[in-house]
């Protein structure tokens, strides 16, 4: 089964809006990362944010954490055309070393 | 600061063939990851590395695949005998020897097998 979760799986919006993906998880985890892929490329890290820490900024990303009901959101404001690309949350298990992804959010930004 | 250096970056096998996928992590970087990814997926773990040691292969098929991290040189994840349902995208990610610090990944290759 999945470890990680994206919800929406596709989301089409226009520049300037603001893009909300959201990541479900199952086990404890020491960290929780997001991650962009554009069309065959490979991933770029956007943000880590710890499992004791519950909101982190990044220009204009927003991660939070809720560890309580294993969930994470990513909010990204201002949208471009440029955010197009598929958004992956990855957990890294506690006492593991390796990432668990999940199945991916595909964002499209309309001019 | 170069990245993660993945080649070849396509790679085309005929079924029975070997593939040979080599990685070079990020300068400073211990820790080696090699994951696979289908297409309209996410990423599948498959093998974490420390130089010349395999601490994590719980994601590798039992048959076929081998990884390793020499003393020296590259990350290489070998296929042995290809099958048509080996063709996917697969990325290396390095990280440093600390724990939460992210992985950074490599642009991967891509395997076609005919």
């Known amino acids: 089964s999945q470890q990680g979760e994206e919800d929406p799986q596709a989301l089409s919006i226009q520049e300037g809006e603001n893009a909300t993906m959201n990541c479900s998880y199952k086990t404890s985890i020491n960290n929780l990362q997001w991650y962009r892929q554009n069309s065959g490329r490979g991933l770029v890290h956007l943000i880590l944010?710890?499992?004791?820490?519950r909101e982190k900024h990044s220009g204009r990303l927003r991660v939070t954490l809720d560890t309580s009901k294993k969930s994470s959101s990513l909010l990204i404001t201002a949208s471009r055309a440029a955010d197009t690309a598929s958004y992956f949350c990855a957990t890294d298990v506690r006492n593991t070393d390796k990432l668990i992804f999940g199945t991916g959010t595909r964002l499209q930004v309309f001019p | 600061n170069a990245g993660v250096m993945q080649n070849p970056r396509h790679l085309v096998r005929r079924r029975g063939q070997e593939a040979r996928l080599r990685c070079s992590p990020m300068?400073?970087?211990?820790?080696v990851y090699w994951y696979r990814q289908l297409p309209e997926e996410g990423l599948k773990f498959m093998v974490y590395?420390?130089?010349?040691?395999?601490?994590?292969e719980s994601g590798m098929p039992k048959e076929r695949f081998s990884a390793e991290f020499p003393k020296e040189g590259p990350s290489i994840l070998r296929i042995q005998q290809v099958v048509r349902g080996d063709s996917a995208a697969y990325f290396c990610?390095?990280?440093?020897?600390?724990?939460?610090?992210?992985?950074?990944f490599g642009d991967g290759t891509r395997l076609s097998i005919l």
């Open positions: 590395l420390q130089k010349e040691n395999i601490i994590d």
């Open positions: 944010i710890r499992s004791n820490e």
């Open positions: 990610a390095s990280s440093q020897t600390l724990t939460n610090q992210p992985q950074h």
């Open positions: 300068k400073g970087h211990s820790h």
